[in-house]
């Protein structure tokens, strides 16, 4: 057995594969680029090694500096993950040669997969069903516009180096052809510096639905399938096993065709048969056919782990060390369905921008698996995927896998970057998807509904000037004056609360919501509060439609308009100097005291004309957010 192991690769998938390996007790050893000298990753190896700088092509990709830091370290072996050198077939003949172990197949089973058109015209040798296509190395414009007549419309011209949904067009009608093979090209060219193309038969209603496969040079075995037809652009968002509607027909007939592909190549280690399906009816033995092979542990493996109870990281590394396989397909059995749903930072209402920053809280609940490579306080960088973390769930059928899936996006906290939890809840429950029917356009088809932002509703509002007033849970500080009052900007919404002997009236709009303190906690109108997160002047409040409220600016607030009674503390910080006295007539916008936080001094202004009725702390404390500094009356109150 390997003892020690190299991981070529950070994130998520970096930190599952040690822990498999480290609970089999074998060290490892991470690598990590300029960008990730903090990294998850690197925090829980064993030994870390700098490899160079942040950009991929500077660390994650150069083969040579990985190599030598497993020579370096005494590592026997390296483990590639998905992405980067994985599928690098040099990357393994060099790691070979260097005389360790690759995890993973041979460099030739990867070579005899890397290529689209080279695997499919292998994979019709073998018997296996391909999307009818054109997939020759003859790559004249005219003869592609005929075959693409030929094949009918429409149809899918793909890189033959392609992967990651890039450098497909679908082309509707002949008159799209010309177009859509020159982007394709130029899309190839930039992103795998080869711009050769095949075409296939555009599949209507289509499924993706792979098999997960396991070889160990000789023999294969199939541990089912995934269904991964919840896609955007092409890339999967959601994905679960079994898929719905398998028969164990058609199950055994991609199963059989799966292994024979497997096997065609001697293939070794964990790899993905993918087959693009019919979906337009119920699922046929005759309705398949081969797309790809991707010869590498794939992003969705704990889909396949949850049902099958294996743990394909450590079958990965036995085989790797040369054990058989360790189990026969007999032995093999679906326990249930699973999901997996991929959470990323990012902006679903603007496009699905990547969001990046820092992430300044992150929880999960405990009902399901999170597969991560981030904490709270680390940095989502502009260098790699964004994604934040896989959720998966797993329940003895699908409607409570996939309720326990809305669960755990729902008990997920993201705070400090926008997430697409929003929107994966909202797939979670989306009607059709719910009841099993699904294809790959299903996303593209209510992507509008699926993305539209939730506003905050009255209680909302509430409860985040509240936790933005820093008194949720303690009262203190009110009992002062009462009734006090507050008002306030929240986004666009202006909220008002006046502070009463037991509760808190807020009023948003023309509603008000009452605030009452049960247990050291607020409930509004009755209703337990969402669990939030405050981080300066936002509060996240977490849930299955995550928002993310802020205070426009503190000091605006203060000086705007005629305020309340109260000058709060906008933020926590030093109070460096009080400037007026008890007594002392004010003006609105008049400098009252200043608060030093955030490394500024931050002018605390009169939010209206009156008089200093009374100061409640004095210069050189620290103060907490949203504590009453001064108190305002008005001018001629008890004058006499
Ligand atoms: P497919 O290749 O069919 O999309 P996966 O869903 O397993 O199958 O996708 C592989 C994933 O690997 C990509 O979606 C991407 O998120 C990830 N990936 C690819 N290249 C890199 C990279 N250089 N760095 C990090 N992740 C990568
Ligand atoms: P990649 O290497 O980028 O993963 P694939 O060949 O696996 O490329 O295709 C990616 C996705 O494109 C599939 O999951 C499917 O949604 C869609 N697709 C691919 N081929 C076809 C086809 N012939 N008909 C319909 N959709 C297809
Ligand atoms: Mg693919």
Redesign the pocket.
Known sequence: MISKLLIANRGEIACRIMATAQARGITCVAVCSDADRQARHVRLADEAIHIGGAAPADSYLRGDAIIAAALSSGAEAIHPGYGFLSENPDFADAIDKAGLIFVGPSADAIRAMGF?DRAKALMIKAGVPV?PGYHGADQDDALLSDEADKIGYPV?I?AVA?????G?RLVQAPQGFKEGLASARAEARAAFGNDAVLI????TA?R?IEMQIFGDGTRAVHLFERD?SL?RR?QKVMEEAPAPGMTDAVRAAMGQAAVTAAQAIGYSGAGTV?F?VDGSGPLRTDGFWF??MNTRLQVEHPVTEAITGVDLVDWQLRVASGEPLPAEQKDISIQGHAFEARLYAEDTTQGFLPAIGHLSHLRFPTNIRADTGVEAGDEISPYYDPMIAKIISHGPDRATALAGLGDGLAGTQVAGLTTNIGFLTALATHRDFSEGRVD?GLIGRDLDDLTKAESPTARDLAQAALALCGVDGATTGFALHSPLKWSFQLEDQKVDLTFRKDHVDCRVADRTIVAQNRGGVWWFDGHKPRPHFVDGRTVTLFGATPMALTMPDPLARTSAGAGGDVVLTPMPGLLRDVLVSVGDVVQQGDKLAVLEAMKMEHALRAPRDGRIAAIHASAGTQVQAGIALITLEDQDADSD
């Open positions: 689209k999307v899918l793909k392609g992967g990651g949904g890039k497909m296939e038969k555009f599949i289509p993706h991964c896609q092409h993918e693009i797309m790809e790959t």
